[in-house]
């Protein structure tokens, strides 16, 4: 039943290795979207994918790679991980791209990079 | 650019207490703005959402929030404080463009006996 899940749910791994964390929706949602919560909390959008399509790709390193196979998931691929990559990622949909609509968050994946 | 400063990463109450938690805004065109509230460990709920109607919001679990244009604000009320609503509140905006949230840095509640 649950609307947004993410998996892994917790990721401890060392620097330097590839990671995949994967989201999917069910909702039939046209709209995902991939957010980093810091130490701090602080909260910030990475990605945003409209019908498979990326319209969203804020100034994040190119390690960080999403894909949508479809418009219920969105993943995220992670190359080379460094200590900096420590934080939970947080997916999101919509209904659509119009800023009234919702946006639900799923559980979180929290990552360590050791 | 737009952005959102949330007054006070900390706020304590007492239980049955007024809530107050503070966000004021900049934007160059109406925003829409948003309160969520995160549980620890948990992801983010949406507790109320404006978006150009009535002015005045109401949301879940009895908060409310009023936009007021000319103070650049959407504070977010709640006129009796329960245990239970000690979290995280994340206030945010959206401006023109894409869907994309700013959120401000956030508040901690704690509500005490």
């Known amino acids: 039943d649950t609307a947004v899940s993410q998996t892994p749910k917790y990721l401890v791994t060392q620097m330097g290795n590839d990671k995949s964390i994967k989201c999917e929706q069910n909702?039939?949602?046209?709209?995902m979207y991939w957010y980093k919560q810091d130490s701090k909390k602080f909260l910030k959008i990475m990605f945003s994918y409209n019908n498979k399509e990326l319209i969203i790709n804020e100034t994040v390193p190119n390690r960080f790679s999403p894909k949508s196979p479809d418009k219920a998931h969105l993943n995220l691929h992670i190359n080379s991980l460094e200590l900096g990559d420590s934080a939970v990622y947080f997916c999101?949909?919509?209904?659509?791209?119009?800023?009234?609509?919702?946006?639900?968050f799923g559980p979180g994946t929290r990552l360590l990079v050791l | 650019a737009q952005s959102v400063t949330q007054l006070g990463s900390h706020v304590s109450v007492s239980e049955g207490a007024l809530v107050l938690l503070r966000c004021n805004y900049s934007s160059s065109v109406p925003p829409y703005l948003f309160w969520y509230v995160q549980y620890p460990n948990q992801g983010l709920q949406l507790l109320l959402k404006?978006?150009?109607?009535?002015?005045l919001v109401k949301g879940i679990n009895g908060f409310e929030a009023e936009f007021k244009k000319s103070e650049t604000s959407f504070h977010l009320t709640k006129p009796s404080a329960h245990m239970s609503d000690a979290a995280e509140y994340f206030c945010?905006?959206?401006?023109?463009?894409?869907?994309?949230?700013?959120f401000g840095a956030g508040t901690r509640l704690a509500v005490h006996p």
């Open positions: 404006y978006t150009s109607a009535a002015t």
């Open positions: 945010a905006v959206i401006t023109g463009g894409y869907n994309k949230l700013i």
């Open positions: 909702l039939g949602h046209d709209t």
């Open positions: 999101a949909s919509s209904l659509g791209d119009r800023g009234s609509e919702t946006q639900y």
